[in-house]
């Protein structure tokens, strides 16, 4: 009986099959699936108006909109501007949060505070112990929560229903990813969607879990982009080390999105196409950066545009 070497054969045949089969081909999304995140880009750009146009609903891209405000915040410095109203193409009660300063944002994510912190009991209830934040994130989610929550409660009543789709972009849409956690263990029965775009990492892998499991997110990623790269994922070590949540797509090519596979870090979108830190700390030269076969990082296609919507006021 010869089974070690056919085993051997068969092991072998198996690895050929796998290097071939990479890299997969990924799903695209159709047109009229691009078109479908439109309003959710226009929100999430809204959010980066100055609060007055925000709350009489009156900025450029608010006309294409319509949109019953329930609540609104923020300074656009200290504390993101949020709203929280009924968007009455969509039929759905949203939340949107403002990024970071448009100009500088790898800058702006690289500055905040790395240090982990655990999720706040108040804001958190049924948070494992284990599930951190970055505590920049963190913070900038605590300072409007209250607010947001008792205006969601109110448009929940309003409006008749238990579904809220959260949105932001960059810093907004960490800030999203965290509410969408908030909002399900705060609201029981609430079915929380998140539309995050070029979202930042915002925590461990705990987080990671704790939040994918309440709520279906989407993180929609530009090209080369480097925001979805930061904080980097050997930044902190295990357990405490950054990981994104949810589903990413990623926009290859101009007007090309690809879907990913589930998995929250998957090789072959952001992560295999962009200079990752990880690749970065292993080069040994700047000609060894020039010649990466990955691409390297184009922080003006942080803005988009996503489904032609450029992501500014
Ligand atoms: C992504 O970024 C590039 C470069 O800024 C831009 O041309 C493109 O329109 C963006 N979005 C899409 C969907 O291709």
Redesign the pocket.
């Known amino acids: 009986m010869h089974f070690a070497p056919l085993f051997a054969l068969f092991a072998q045949l198996a690895a050929v099959v796998f290097v071939e089969a990479l890299p997969v081909t990924l799903p695209e999304l159709k047109a009229a699936d691009i078109l479908a995140l439109k309003p959710y880009a226009r929100l999430a750009a809204i959010t980066y108006c100055p609060i007055n146009q925000i709350k009489q609903w009156t900025c450029a891209k608010c006309k294409d909109e319509p949109f019953d405000l329930i609540a609104s915040g923020g300074n656009g410095a200290t504390v993101q501007n949020w709203f929280v109203g009924w968007d009455k193409s969509l039929k759905k009660l949203i939340v949107a949060y403002e990024g970071t300063v448009p100009t500088a944002p790898a800058s702006v994510i690289t500055d905040l505070k790395f240090t982990p912190k655990p999720l706040r009991r108040d804001l958190f209830p049924d948070a494992p112990a284990d599930a951190m934040t970055h505590n920049g994130f963190g913070d900038a989610h605590a300072a409007s929560a209250k607010d947001v929550l008792r205006a969601v409660k109110a448009g929940m009543g309003k409006y008749k229903t238990k579904s809220v789709t959260v949105v932001g972009h960059s810093l907004g849409a960490g800030i999203a990813i965290i509410e969408s956690g908030q909002l399900a263990a705060q609201i029981p029965g609430a079915k929380i969607e998140t539309i995050a775009f070029s979202s930042p990492r915002v925590g461990n892998p705990a987080f990671a879990k704790y939040v994918s499991s309440r709520a279906k997110i989407t993180r929609i990623n530009?090209?080369s982009d480097p925001v979805p790269e930061l904080p980097g994922r050997t930044l902190l070590k295990s357990p405490n080390n950054f990981v994104h949540a949810g589903q990413e797509i990623h926009?290859t090519?101009?007007?090309k999105?690809v879907k990913c596979p589930t998995e929250s870090e998957n090789p072959q979108c952001t992560n295999g196409y962009l200079i990752t830190m990880t690749d970065l700390e292993s080069l040994k030269s700047f000609q060894e950066l020039f010649a990466h076969p990955k691409k390297l990082w184009?922080p003006?296609?942080h803005q988009?545009?996503?489904?032609d919507i450029s992501i500014f006021c």
């Open positions: 530009n090209m926009v090519s101009e007007g999105y184009n003006l296609q988009g545009p996503f489904a």
